[in-house]
């Protein structure tokens, strides 16, 4: 099983990273949106009187760049395994459903940390920023962006796997992505957008907001919120339950939908003997659609014998030891 898994785990991590970096597109939007955008903010604060600066502008932009990798490009990622029948091929064989999720997130997260670490270094160059980030409460700071990483993973199972199109995944993916770059203090400054009551209302409709002023609230060193730029009034308390009440909500969704997908297919199978290898095998040879996809069929196959043939031997040793003694 140990054999399997790490092989399982090298290919999926490998195929992740040959679409990533062979799609232009996911790299541009990964990396360079939030970085030029963060760059200008920092680099003309003071070009004008009319020009307002939020002291936690890096926060807001490593906020957005990790909705950006961690759901938008996430959302394409799952999308496409989705199309090729990855998912039905894997978890209709014995081979851990577990295993097969968390390289994905691994691998995603090894991304949003590089782009995450490259907006540090290059904020670095700044020297207001070299300042405030020594007095970061990192506590808060770090609370703030594990929920938006776990949340926006989730969202993005959720819209991949719920879409059929992958043009209504991006629309969706556009529209948790674009509202908070423009509403969430990254575009636009929150001291500008705090003017207009109805455009503070419009921001608490993303569900990302929350988390991102959690975060923002740890940088400049204010976790119980006095200052009321967010609007909670005081009660810091807020984001950190609507955070966490979102992530259980969004958990039981994806929770029907893996049920829906992975799971209620398999139960028509359930007559044949050795269902876990012969589910796999019949299923997956109905849905191949070409060479390549059989010789990935034969290939799981030989795996799954091995992996047999590895318990028949040692459950004969077992049975050759009681015998002996």
């Known amino acids: 099983m140990k054999y399997n898994g790490r092989k399982l785990f090298k290919l999926i991590f490998s195929i992740q990273f040959s679409n990533y970096k062979s799609d232009i597109f996911i790299i541009f939007s990964g990396w360079f949106i939030t970085i030029v955008t963060m760059v ?5 604060k003071n070009a004008g009187e009319n020009i307002v600066y939020d002291s936690f502008i890096l926060a807001s932009a490593i906020g957005i760049g990790t909705i950006r990798n961690c759901l938008f490009n996430f959302i394409k990622t799952i999308h496409d395994f989705k199309q090729n029948n990855f998912f039905h091929r894997m978890f209709s064989t014995s081979l851990s459903k577990t295993l097969v999720f968390t390289t994905m997130i691994l691998f995603n997260q090894i991304v949003n940390l590089f782009v995450t670490g490259s907006l540090i270094a290059i904020a670095m160059a700044f020297e207001d920023q070299r300042y405030l980030i020594k007095h970061v409460n990192w506590l808060a700071f770090f609370a703030g962006f594990f929920l938006l990483v776990f949340l926006s ?3 993005a199972f959720i819209v991949a796997l719920s879409c059929k199109k992958i043009e209504i995944a991006y629309v969706i993916g556009n529209i948790y992505y674009f509202g908070p770059v423009y509403l969430l203090g990254l575009g636009i400054p929150y001291r500008t957008l705090e003017k207009s009551q109805i455009v503070i209302i419009i921001s608490f409709l993303f569900p990302q ?11 400049i060193d204010d976790p119980k919120m006095t200052d009321n730029t ?9 984001p950190y339950l609507v955070s966490i009440l979102l992530i259980l909500i969004s958990l039981i969704f994806v929770i029907k939908i893996f049920r829906s997908l992975f799971e209620d297919d398999n139960k028509k199978y359930k007559r044949y003997s050795n269902t876990k290898k012969h589910l796999g095998i019949i299923y997956a040879i109905k849905r ?3 060479f390549d996809e059989l010789d990935q069929i034969i290939e799981l196959r030989n795996m799954l014998n ?3 043939e590895h318990k028949l031997k040692e459950k004969g040793r077992m049975s050759w030891k009681r015998t002996k003694k």
């Open 40 to 44: 200008v903010w920092l680099a003309f």
């Open 153 to 155: 993973n989730i969202m």
């Open 209 to 219: 907001r929350y988390m991102l002023n959690i975060m923002a609230s740890g940088w």
């Open 230 to 238: 967010f609007s909670y009034g005081g009660n810091y308390w807020i």
């Open 288 to 290: 191949a659609s070409s």
């Open 306 to 308: 091995k992996n047999t």
